[in-house]
């Protein structure tokens, strides 16, 4: 991570990067003082972080805006920190707090647009195609977040966020639609299009509580394993891919 903070640093640009403590290594500069909080009562401290670049030797100060966590995550952390070099006039801790906390949505996302979606082009094709896949694909999430929103209110938020299984849903979606096209043809889906708003919300919503939530519920997940012993990478030397290109000029 490193060469990734200095080589947007030096290109003038202005990031935001989730800062794990083994991947960017820096000398704090002074103590460690409190900001505030977030919008969820989360403590809020922003020491100054002096990082040293270690093929160069090159210097840059950012900020490292740490939030107190009310619950530890699944990993056992209980502080979350974040780098960034924007001036804390036009970024507040608080704010920065916040869109941390909103990009996991963002992630998600994009792991139902590759998994559930296949917006991703298996084969070696032309850009403009794989754009347009990707462009059809987030079309078909803004469906599915649709969807999820009427199993939200109708089922409730713990089932849509903890039981649902986005793969079964996707899947029946892919399979059904194609037979439904051969045998019902585009005659009995004309009424959709004369509804109203909020006709067509009451209608999701009377489909959405007919659900047989069994059928598309996650299985239970069996114990996690332990990961397996990381190799020491004290014998080897990070090289970044701009000095490989330097040396090759």
Known sequence: MHARVFGLARQGALCVIRHHGSSVVGQPQGPRRGVGHDARGQALYE?????TEPETGARLVVRRITGQLLTPTRAGETELHILTNLPVAEAPAA???ALSAHRWTIETAFHHLTVDLACEVDTLGYPKAALCGFGVAVVAYNVVALVKGALRAAQGTE???EQLSMYSLTLEVAQVATGME????TEPWEIFRQLSTAEFATTLMAI???LDTKKYTKPPRGP???PPPKLSGKQQTPVSTARILAMRR
């Open 224 to 226: 996690k394993k332990p």
């Open 159 to 161: 089932y849509v966020k």
């Open 208 to 210: 959405a509580q007919r």
């Open 95 to 97: 704010q920065l707090s």
């Open 182 to 185: 051969i045998a019902r043809g």
């Open 47 to 51: 020491p100054t972080l002096c990082l």
